[in-house]
């Protein structure tokens, strides 16, 4: 592990006790127009509690982060890019726990070498009635992936660099929910991020820390 990685990981863990990008970061990253009666900052009483976990690595002198390809299914999230995790359950203490247990469960990972560092800011999920709580770790080793396939169609192992890339930034019209969105979203690694995973990556892009990313390896 490399001197700025080190170093990288020290500046995260401070810009995540200090004040968060928020919603104005999440938003760079949303469809819009979005639906009047679905605010990305209000979720309704009936909302489940879900955690995803945003696993930092080194690689190549890098940091890297774990994305999942979904499988197809009959559901909202068929075949889209996503974070390792899902909904809390009883036997969860608290939703940290929830995103390790479900990125465990989805992408095999140690848990024991796992540090976690903070949370981003929470993000209403209308099409599936969901909070979802932004887990952020990191591990001083590439862990050791195996993919549980009833869920997960393939592992990304995605450097922040090529998040970072104005180059893999595009934007798009779509046809959703009956209307006519306009769609920012990444594409890299012939995938397409959009969506609440986009939204919780650019904040996660906002802070200061992703400054010391280098963009040249």
Known sequence: MSDLFTRFIEQLAVDLQGPLPGYTAQYRMAPQPRPDAFPYD????????????ILLYP?????????????????????????PG??????????VATALREAQEEIGIALEPITVLGQ???????????????TVAW?????????????????????????????????????????????PFFRTQDQTIWGATAMMLSELLA???????????
Do not use: C, K
Not at 86 to 95: A, L, M
């Open 42 to 53: 209000q979720a309704p009483a009936d909302a489940r509690r879900g955690g995803v976990l």
């Open 59 to 83: 690689h190549n002198n890098q940091p890297y982060l774990p994305l999942i390809l979904r499988p197809t299914y009959d559901g909202v999230h068929s075949g889209q890019v996503g974070f």
């Open 86 to 95: 899902g909904g809390q359950e009883e036997d969860d203490p608290d939703i």
């Open 120 to 134: 981003l800011s929470p993000l209403y999920v209308f099409v599936s009635n969901y909070l979802v709580q932004p």
């Open 139 to 183: 591990t001083a080793q590439p862990p050791l992936f195996q993919i549980d396939t009833r869920e997960v169609a393939a592992l990304l192992e995605m450097p922040l660099a090529a998040l970072l890339d104005p180059a893999n930034y595009q934007r798009e019209n779509w046809e959703l929910h009956g209307r006519t969105v306009d769609v």
């Open 207 to 217: 802070l200061p820390a992703m400054g010391m990313v280098r963009m040249d390896e």
